[in-house]
């Protein structure tokens, strides 16, 4: 396992996505273990068709990512994606100031 502290990190970000290819890398703060950075696509095997989904409806659930977005990096199909959505109880639209405005119009 490739290790590296925070500064490194913060310098060559490149080279600690290069060792994470290969292997899991350790990220260190203080000489004391922080941190994991894995490769999505070579480092989680078995766990990837677990994980992908939970990061993807977090990111859109956080509104980090488009619904569309979200469901390519889950590997599952827009359909898919909705249910899964849907069992963890994450809405599809969020309603804002604007919405009863629009629905009562």
Not at 7 to 31: F, Q, T
Not at 52 to 62: C, G, H, Q
Not at 83 to 94: E, G, K, M, N, T
Request: aromatic fraction near 4%.
């Amino acid at each position: 396992m490739y290790a590296t502290n925070v500064r490194n990190l913060k310098r060559n970000p490149s080279e600690a996505l290069r060792h994470a290819e290969l292997e899991p890398v350790l990220i260190l703060k203080g000489n004391q273990p922080n941190a994991l950075l894995l490769n999505l696509k070579t480092s989680l095997g078995e766990f990837d068709g677990q994980l992908r989904p939970a990061i993807a409806a977090s990111l859109f659930k956080d509104r980090v990512m488009s619904l569309g977005a979200a469901a390519k990096i889950s590997g599952l199909s827009l359909s898919e994606f909705i249910d899964h959505l849907a069992q963890l109880d994450i809405d599809l639209v969020i309603p804002d100031q604007q919405t009863p405005k629009e629905l009562f119009s």
